[in-house]
């Protein structure tokens, strides 16, 4: 090799590109896959609109992997070893959109919103680096905590079933609604007379229980899938143990296929190339209240990029200054825009990914240009698509309490370095952030009085408690992060 090559500009033998860059996209894909089932299941979107949702995803991952690690003029890419993935900070907010909003026009809406947060984001990327003295880790922590704990209820969800719907905890009793349904109909015929004008809406209350909900054959297969992550984690070396999470989900399908509660039919249906075409679902619409919350989600996702490139340029002996970090961070917010263009959802760099780099000490830029072009061609795949939307969400639900667990544990692990015992407020400031990103799982209908206009804004949780976290951070602290601050926390991140 050339001495006067920089480690990070290296270009690896094609073969060892390759394999290098498939270790990136295995250890990325459970957490790159996992945002578009979640978000396209809240809408309520079509198997197959899921299915492309999934095939969207993993291009457009694929493409600002490529903008990011390659560089695009001056002003796009850090040309560091970095993956891209969405980000789980918008899961929250977006999922509450589509609670709010379902189906095609809930998705026209939400794109919308990600594409003007993507374009706002460009703009501020190069002021956001100075806003780093508002996002110490006890602010960062706490966000992050919330994060997890927030998206742990999908998880559960995943396991049990959804609380509403076909999969209710109870349903209604037939017999009673049989019996409604003969009053109303007699009463309306004449045939029964004598009885008061039914109120209007009157309904029964369901309170037989639902077979659907929590059966016991899913549950066992969600224990399966934890269990064998676990066990994976515990006793495979190395790559092995870090693509637990997707050995675990694999796991997981051959049982479910073996007790017939998997098909692959829609994937037989599926075609082995189609392209990634932009407004899948229409022209995107834009809601002032939507825009705003996800400008504020990419404000987090930015502020912890951040940290992330500080550190990944200590780890790769690449210093990092404030062109090569403004370039970074305009290709999240251009990530975000090209996903909001192509059906798909916020992007920042995967820490797991940034994680690798330091286990394998492979520290060329080239390695995740590689890994991106997998991600490209999977992407243009469907049937990859399609086979990830058809496995069972008992199945994910065992790898939904790991993946959203580490996010949870990420913050802990953060927080685990703020000094409590100095500065007591501290202990104030993750208190009461944390009860507020409680507030829209605990009390979900807290908002009913409020003006319509701005749920979107207050139903996520973890907007919540970034709100406070900054705000109560700001009140006890004032404004004293540093980047050192930033690369620590980036450092022990891993989610």
Not at 22 to 27: E, G, M, P, S, Y
Not at 288 to 308: D, H, K, N, Q, R
Not at 385 to 406: K, W
């Amino acid at each position: 090799m050339n001495s006067t090559v920089h480690p990070v500009d290296e270009i690896l033998p094609p073969p060892k590109l390759f394999t290098l860059g498939l270790q990136h996209v295995l250890v990325m894909y459970a957490g790159a896959v996992a945002v578009p089932l979640i978000v396209g299941r809240a809408l309520k979107l079509a198997p197959e609109d899921v299915a492309f949702l999934i095939s969207a995803d993993l291009f457009v991952c694929g493409l600002v992997t490529l903008i990011q690690s390659l560089g695009a003029t001056q002003w796009f890419g850090i040309k560091l070893p970095v993956m891209m993935g969405v980000t789980f900070a918008a899961v929250g907010p977006m999922v509450g959109f589509a609670n709010a909003q379902g189906g095609v026009d809930g998705a026209r809406a939400i794109f919308g919103a990600i594409m003007a947060a993507g374009l706002i984001s460009i703009l501020i990327a190069p002021l956001v680096s100075k806003m780093l003295r508002f996002f110490p880790p006890v602010v960062t922590g706490t966000i992050i905590l919330v994060i997890g704990v927030s998206l742990m209820r999908i998880g559960i969800n995943w396991i049990f079933g959804n609380p509403v719907g076909p999969t209710a905890p109870q349903i209604l009793d037939p017999a009673h609604a049989d019996w409604l349904k003969a009053v109303t109909e007699g009463a309306a015929s004449g045939a029964i007379t004598g009885l008061p004008e039914l109120p209007q809406g009157l309904a029964l209350a369901a309170k037989v229980n639902n077979p659907a909900y929590a059966p016991l054959g899913n549950i066992a297969i969600s224990a399966i899938v934890l269990v064998s992550i676990l066990a994976i984690a515990k006793y495979g070396k190395g790559f092995v143990a870090n693509i637990a999470v997707l050995l675990g989900i694999i796991i997981g399908v051959v049982i479910a296929i073996a007790l017939g509660k998997m098909s692959f039919g829609k994937m037989a249906d599926a075609g082995w190339f189609g392209l990634i075409t932009p407004f899948h679902f229409g022209m995107p619409t834009f809601d002032p209240v939507m825009i705003v919350t996800m400008v504020l989600v990419m404000i987090v996702v930015m502020i912890e990029s951040t940290g992330m490139f500080l550190a990944l340029g200590d780890m790769t002996g690449k210093k990092v200054d404030q062109p090569m970090l403004s370039a970074g961070l305009r290709t999240d917010g251009l990530g975000t825009l090209i996903g909001g263009l192509f059906n798909t959802f916020p992007y920042t760099s995967f820490s797991q990914n940034v994680g690798l780099v330091g286990v394998t000490g492979v520290r060329s830029r080239f390695v995740c240009v590689a890994g991106g072009i997998i991600l490209i061609v999977l992407g243009l795949v469907p049937k990859m698509g399609a086979l990830v939307e058809a496995v069972p969400t008992m199945v994910l639900g065992g790898a939904g309490l790991v993946m959203f667990g580490m996010v949870a544990a990420t913050g802990i692990r953060i927080l685990a370095g703020v000094n409590f015992a100095a500065n007591r407020n501290n202990l104030f400031i993750v208190a009461v952030s944390l009860g507020f990103g409680m507030i829209p799982l605990i009390a979900p209908n807290f908002k009913m009085w409020m003006p319509h206009a701005i749920h979107p804004l207050i139903e996520s949780g973890i907007l919540l408690a970034s709100i406070a976290a900054v705000t109560l951070n700001a009140f006890f602290n004032g404004s004293n992060a540093s980047e050192e601050d930033a690369k620590k926390a980036a450092m022990v991140a891993d989610h």
